[in-house]
């Protein structure tokens, strides 16, 4: 049983564009949501977080919002470049040393 | 350089056969965990150790052990393989294991079980 979601398994986004990335999440435990981004052949990296206590957090070009009430997170990317072709996941935890992840959702940047 | 170092990063076997991948991180860090990677499933959590003798179960243990009998490494071991445990799998670190803390990634490990 999955307690967190991505729905979405690809996103296609022209560079210089918004992507907008969305998770949604079942368990209302959750005090700690992580963004990873993975490239090919290599593992998971940490992207930015956001505590459960807050509705937005902001590094750089990555902004992640938090909708409590909806269960619902989503990362914006601003502006979309090239080398944000990836996957990313979103994370969840509730308990220390436990995590959920999505599956995880495959951003192509396009010229 | 810090670093989560998984070895083998590939390995085909048939099923049974006892594996072993290890999990080796030089950042001193308290908390380690395996995930496996699977399409439409993305990173489930197999075991995860707080600290050296402490483990305890993720969401798919199943056919799975682990050991932490030092701080810096972190075996996963099969010890009769099956083909459902064909899979990615990933080896993770981080200084305690508490929720806000991001967590480093080994590079991964592809198993095929025939």
């Known amino acids: 049983d999955q307690q967190v979601k991505q729905n979405s398994p690809s996103l296609s986004v022209q560079e210089g564009r918004i992507s907008i990335l969305n998770c949604d999440y079942t368990?209302?435990?959750?005090?700690?949501f992580l963004w990873y981004k993975k490239y090919p052949a290599e593992g998971p990296t940490f992207l930015i977080s956001?505590?459960?206590?807050?509705d937005k957090n902001e590094d750089g070009r990555f902004t992640v919002f938090l909708n409590k009430s909806a269960k619902h997170l989503s990362l914006h990317i601003v502006p979309s470049q090239p080398g944000d072709s990836a996957v990313y996941f979103c994370a969840a935890s509730a308990l220390w040393g436990k995590f959920q992840f999505g599956a995880g959702t495959q951003v192509v940047v396009t010229p | 350089e810090a670093q989560v170092t998984q070895n083998p990063r590939y390995l085909i076997t048939v099923t049974g056969k006892k594996l072993t991948v290890t999990c080796s991180q030089n950042?001193?860090?308290?908390?380690m965990s395996w995930y496996r990677q699977d399409p439409g499933l993305g990173l489930r959590q197999i075991y995860y150790?707080?600290?050296?003798?402490?483990?305890d179960k993720g969401d798919v243990p199943e056919g799975y052990k682990v050991s932490r009998k030092e701080k810096r490494n972190f075996p996963l071991i099969l010890e009769s393989p099956s083909p459902n445990q064909t899979s990615l799998y990933f080896c993770a670190s981080s200084f305690t294991g508490s929720s806000n803390q991001p967590q480093h990634f080994g590079d991964g490990t592809r198993l095929s079980i025939l």
């Open positions: 950042m001193n860090h308290e908390y």
């Open positions: 368990n209302s435990m959750f005090d700690y």
């Open positions: 150790s707080m600290n050296v003798e402490v483990t």
């Open positions: 956001i505590s459960s206590i807050k």
